[in-house]
């Protein structure tokens, strides 16, 4: 990892560029068991100021004196502790276009480091799907150390993979959802995006490699071939999926506003987009080019199966932003189908309660008749009425004091007619006259 010749303990660079770049990756180096180096940001300060982009080049002995200082902190810590089956385990996870890096915690110490060179196939992954990746690297490598535990915690730097794990299985990526159900013997929580991981060091481990880079993601769109390959290329022409996937490849920011606004619209899916070759997906669903827009919702509704019957059969296989909204209304300004659209089915009646005795149920309003504002009350059992006149202010305290006037003699008379003998009782023409 030094960036010294072995003979010579001076770095030796070509031009600027490169020297500043081979100092930022010294850093970096550094910055991985920063947690263990006392001192490593003072010592580290003088190498610092080279990356300046308004600093001038210019190695001199102070500088060779800090570098030397720093590799000599670097080599002497951090000291691994032992493994104690009591104490909770932590991994930390981190990668990148070069490598995979984990660290095995318990109590803040280190017990282990593992890190491995992806393959060329798992260069091209989406950067959260290398993330993911990362933490399936720990696990594996880990196995002996995690197998049986009830938990094990996972930190991360990267913070869509929080969403991830809370989201069902299926809501994944192809690729994501073969990582997932990796983790499930490890019963690995929600990885926590605190700190990023301050204790990585590389090591030189042998592992077996991982067979997700064998995923076929067009094996489950109902999509052919030859469309898929018309997609590849379109999608190649479009300058807003060609961002898209560019943003996918290095990682998504952290904000919103810190987005292009060409892609702003697909934020909300972020967790769900990969890419395959050459073709994005959300899920299992293929992100149409805007080229192909009006084609997809002409065969979409080739049949004029409705709207309902549309949307099931795009959400299938298809995505773009707004595509619900779209067939929506190409569906609702078909003639055909609204010519043809099964009528709405009418409600049934629905049939009172019937009352069983004199005044138990009754009903008033209010009218108006020459003039004069009426209180008019009718009982459901006999349909017999009763009409009460209202003062000329219908205030609504006047109003109220009528109605409990009126439901208390209501209420009286339905007692009186409840103790009297059935055989006493005025028939129903009587009551209604």
Not at 76 to 102: F, K
Not at 232 to 248: F, G, H, P, S, Y
Request: aromatic residues 8%; contains cysteine.
């Amino acid at each position: 990892m030094s960036p010294c010749s072995p003979r010579d303990a001076k770095p030796r660079w070509t031009t600027n560029v490169e020297k500043v770049k081979a100092v930022q990756r010294f850093l970096g180096f550094v910055n991985y068991p920063a947690k263990f180096v006392p001192h490593l940001a003072d010592e580290c300060e003088p190498l610092r100021r080279l990356t300046n982009k308004e600093a001038d080049w210019v190695w001199e002995k102070h500088h060779q004196d800090a570098f030397d200082r720093v590799k000599q902190l670097v080599a002497d810590y951090p000291v691994l502790c032992y493994y104690d089956v009591n104490l909770p385990v932590t991994i930390q996870c981190d990668s990148s276009q070069t490598g995979l890096r984990a660290a095995l915690l318990q109590d803040g110490q280190p017990v282990a480091f593992a890190s491995r060179t992806p393959t060329p196939t798992e260069r091209g992954y989406a950067q959260i799907e290398k993330e993911c990746l990362a933490i399936v690297f720990a696990c594996m490598q880990f196995n002996h150390y995690i197998f049986g535990r009830k938990s094990v915690s996972v930190q991360s730097d990267h913070k869509p993979l929080e969403t991830i794990f809370k989201k069902p299985l299926t809501a994944a990526l192809k690729r994501l959802k073969g990582m997932l159900l990796r983790l499930q013997k490890s019963r690995t929580p929600l990885p926590s995006t605190g700190p990023p991981a301050t204790c990585l060091r590389p090591e030189h481990e042998e592992i077996c490699r991982l067979d997700l880079e064998d995923v076929n993601a067009a094996e489950i769109p109902r999509v052919s071939n030859d469309g898929l390959k018309n997609i590849q290329c379109l999608t190649e022409a479009d300058n807003q999926l060609q961002r898209l996937k560019m943003t996918v490849l290095q990682g998504w920011p952290e904000t919103k506003q810190q987005l292009e606004p060409l892609i702003a619209e697909y934020w909300t899916y972020r967790d769900e987009i990969g890419v395959y070759n050459g073709v994005l997906y959300k899920g299992d669903r293929v992100i149409i080019p805007n080229a192909l827009h009006k084609e997809m919702l002409k065969r979409i509704h080739a049949n004029h199966q409705g709207q309902q019957a549309c949307l099931r059969r795009a959400k299938d296989a298809l995505f773009w932003p707004g595509m619900s909204h779209q067939i929506v209304e190409m569906v609702s300004n078909c003639g055909l189908c609204a010519e043809y659209q099964p009528a709405r089915p009418k409600e049934p009646l629905i049939t009172p309660e019937l009352p069983t005795r004199p005044w138990s149920i009754v009903a008033q309003d209010l009218y108006s008749h020459g003039g004069n504002n009426y209180l008019i009350t009718v009982g459901a059992f006999s349909g017999y009425w009763e009409v009460d006149e209202m003062p000329q202010t219908t205030r609504q305290s006047s109003i109220l004091h009528a109605l409990v006037f009126q439901t208390e003699c209501t209420q009286t008379t339905a007692h009186n007619l409840t103790a009297l003998n059935t055989q006493d009782l005025p028939t129903t023409g009587n009551l209604s006259t």
